[in-house]
């Protein structure tokens, strides 16, 4: 019997390793996104959408390897929890990596237009916050859920959400002064809101951390 424990719990700890690999190609994309932002770099934001489909593929391995193991093992307590939070991480991950994605995706549709570099650079702080708290929730969750660490994860939130309205606001005065900066304006808002959506997700990712660590389910954005 404590020989099969002794199974589930390295199990678990590869589990939870492995969903930090997912974590760490997902963060790598969001920077390349934000890079292709700020150098509206055409080519870079090609490669991440390309690059998108190894995300996705490494989400369907580590739900399988996840099935197979609570079907193998049979895990309770905080092993179970563990395993089922790595289950639901690989999706909420692999979501974030369509951020990424979308962003490229939407220079790819702006083409040559370039966007106000003061909005480039409101921007970029929106996405710099949301990066470190998901790597920051992330840490949380595979280094034996840190219950205090994915609480202090998600400090950025409200100032992300702050940050995000003043872009918005910003962008939406320039789109009614002028009417032909509506379609920039447009691309501009998916833009920020996209990241907003990566700090949102974060917030996710903490609160499983916090369930693995003490069992309670809690709403911490």
Request: proline share 1%.
């Amino acid at each position: 019997m404590s020989e099969n424990i002794n199974l589930v719990q390295r199990r678990r700890a590869q589990l939870q390793s492995a969903v930090g690999g997912l974590g760490k190609l997902v963060i790598a994309a969001l920077n390349q996104s934000v890079t292709c932002l700020s150098q509206h770099d055409l080519e870079l934001a090609e490669r991440i959408i390309e690059g998108d489909a190894q995300i996705n593929q490494q989400r369907r391995v580590l739900e399988q390897e996840c099935l197979v193991t609570l079907a193998a093992y049979k895990p309770a307590g905080a092993d179970l929890r563990a395993i089922g939070a790595c289950m639901e991480l690989v999706s909420e991950l692999e979501r974030i990596g369509d951020y990424a994605a979308d962003v490229a995706r939407i220079l790819r549709r702006a083409g040559e237009t370039r966007f106000p570099s003061e909005s480039v650079e409101a921007i970029v702080e929106v996405a710099a916050d949301a990066i470190a708290m998901l790597g920051e929730a992330l840490d949380a969750f595979t280094c034996g859920s840190d219950e205090q660490g994915a609480r202090a994860s998600i400090a950025r939130e409200d100032q992300v959400d702050r940050n995000e309205q003043a872009v918005m606001q910003r962008v939406l005065a320039m789109m009614r002064a002028d009417p032909d900066f509506a379609a920039t304006g447009t691309y501009l808002l998916w833009i920020v809101h996209n990241y907003e959506r990566v700090a949102d997700r974060a917030t996710n990712v903490a609160e499983r951390a916090v369930y693995v660590a003490c069992g309670e389910t809690l709403e911490l954005g």
